[in-house]
Nanobody, 119 residues
Framework: GRLVESGGGLVQPGGALRLSCAAS????????MSWYRQAPGKEREVVAD????????TYADAMKGRITISRDDAKNTVYLQMNSLKPEDTAVYYC?????????????WGQGPQVTVPS
């Protein structure tokens, strides 16, 4: 399996970005899909995830109310819409897929686009 992310970049405070994570080699609707971020000098943290069959979403408190994770099964792609961005949201954002295919556990990571919100 493979994850290819796009949509990172530089955005002014208060602005918005949408990150995309296109999957191949497996079906996103069968996996738990998550977005993580890692800021300089900090540990990687999960910001949102969406379950496979039910599509239940959860969000980290730090970004709750400002982000939306969604999934397009026809495109086998997961998105992270981020609004009202703040300088503290500056980080590398990673897409992750966790699940099982043919009873084999898989854990895939995207390359991590940079999101920069200047202060």
């Amino acid at each position: 399996g493979r994850l290819v992310e796009s949509g990172g970049g530089l955005v002014q405070p208060g602005g918005a970005l949408r990150l995309s994570c296109a999957a191949s080699g497996f079906t996103v609707s069968s996996y738990v899909m998550s977005w993580y971020r890692q800021a300089p000098g900090k540990e990687r943290e999960v910001v949102a995830d969406i379950t496979g069959a039910g599509g239940t979403t959860t969000y980290a408190d730090a970004m709750k109310g400002r982000i939306t994770i969604s999934r397009d099964d026809a495109k086998n792609t997961v998105y992270l819409q981020m609004n009202s961005l703040k300088p503290e949201d500056t980080a590398v954002y990673y897409c992750n897929a966790f699940g099982y295919t043919n009873y084999r556990r898989n854990d895939y990571w995207g390359q991590g686009p940079q999101v920069t919100v200047p202060s």
